[in-house]
């Protein structure tokens, strides 16, 4: 019963997140550990349902919205050559290890490049919660992954379409680009001129609530067009809130939305994640999920802190900003069940890749907690 599941969720989740925080750690980190004893792979007290989905779904989209609404629109404009050199070197990196990683499997052609895209993909929506918690998230080390993110997401998911349209699958490439160059000019059109008009007009309506409403439209429409157009509805979410930040209803909006997110959509997002873990087969595949996680989190984190230290971040501060482009999350799973679809991956391939895919979620939070923290110490000394 869902209701009862949501409660589940919710005590166990803060409960985890308090003892994952005490034990000098992200509360996420708990909250996704917690999902996992949860599931079926461990107590089977949360099971994987459509409604647990879209809740998870729809938890995801908020916090983006939320993180774009924290945003520094004048910090994102001057973080955009570190974003660029962020993005591509958390690609090409784990492109090319990824490509020799499948060739030295045997795998393809097609499908090694298909295994380094993958291990390409980045999704930042649990780094968020960590920016959040360590209060990073509207620095220029913050503002820059969120950039280095939608960068990620888009030069992936159109390097996919070209390896589709040349693997054999029906992909119209052009218009792939197409959509996606149209979404961006739409979105960014609309989130100057039509969201400000959009607000100050339903909120003047004689109802409760207008301004969340009329908020929660705009980042729901944006998130909708993003995934019709082959964005991540995420990216769309993160547009909307930006586009709310500059008007004068940024702070109501933050407040509330805060907490409607966080009272139930988010924290179900976070368990839910270690719910859909499954670790069946997983001990004759063990060395492969080894070797396969060392990769993934090696190249994204040598790639991504090499962009950042390139673009004049110190040390300690480019390897945080590669530890939170770690994480690979639901972009990486959406893109692996396209493999699973399309061939480019087996069965038993596609369920090592969930394993890892878990992994670099899990390994995030603490990562960037050792980085992060290691500079803000550093920053205090040389004041």
């Known amino acids: 019963m869902l209701i009862l599941q949501l409660a589940i969720i919710l005590i166990a989740s803060k409960v985890a997140g308090s003892l994952s925080v005490r034990l000098g750690q992200p509360s996420v980190l708990g909250k996704l550990l917690i999902g996992i004893v949860l599931g079926p792979s461990v107590l089977g007290l949360i099971n994987e349902t459509e409604t647990l989905a879209e809740f998870s779904q729809i938890g995801v989209i908020l916090l983006m919205f939320i993180a774009g609404l924290e945003t520094d629109i004048e910090q994102f404009k001057r973080t955009g050559k570190a974003s660029t050199f ?6 090409i990196v784990p492109l090319s290890l990824g490509y020799l990683t499948g060739m030295t499997l045997g795998l393809s052609v097609f499908e090694s490049l298909f295994l380094g ?14 920016l959040k918690e360590m209060n990073q998230l509207k620095t220029r080390e913050g503002t820059t992954i969120l950039g280095a993110a939608v960068i990620d997401d888009v030069v992936v998911i159109i390097a996919l379409a070209f390896l589709m349209s040349f693997a054999g699958g029906d992909v119209n490439l ?4 197409l959509k996606k160059v149209l979404f961006f000019a739409g979105a960014i059109l609309v989130g100057w001129k039509a969201v400000p008009w959009f607000l100050n007009k339903f909120s003047t309506l004689r109802v409760t609530e207008t301004v969340i409403s009329s908020a ?3 980042c729901f429409v944006f998130a909708y067009l993003a995934e019709f157009t082959g964005v991540a509805a995420i990216i769309g979410a993160y547009i909307a809130g930006v586009a709310i930040s500059v008007t004068k209803f940024k702070h109501e909006v933050f407040e509330k939305i805060e907490t409607i997110s966080f009272s139930v959509f988010v924290p179900v997002f976070f368990t839910s994640i270690g719910v859909s873990a499954q670790f069946n087969g997983i001990t004759e595949n063990l060395g492969l ?6 990769i993934a989190i090696l190249t994204k984190l040598v790639g991504a802190s090499a962009g950042a230290r390139l673009s004049g971040f110190s040390w300690n501060s480019s390897l945080g900003i590669g530890s939170a482009m770690v994480s690979r999350g639901e972009v ?27 992994v670099t979620t899990i390994v995030t939070p603490p990562m960037m907690k050792r980085f992060f923290t290691s500079n803000v110490m550093q920053n205090k000394n040389i004041a």
């Open 174 to 177: 052009s218009l792939v680009i």
């Open 289 to 294: 999920i080894v070797v396969l996680s060392i």
């Open 332 to 358: 990486a799973l959406i893109i692996a069940a396209i493999g699973l679809e399309t061939k480019l991956l087996t069965q038993e391939m596609f369920a090592v890749l969930v394993v890892v895919i878990l």
């Open 117 to 130: 895209l993958l291990l390409s993909a980045t999704s930042v929506s649990i780094s968020v919660q960590a």
């Open 86 to 91: 962020v993005g591509l070197g958390g690609i």
């Open 216 to 218: 929660l439209i705009i």
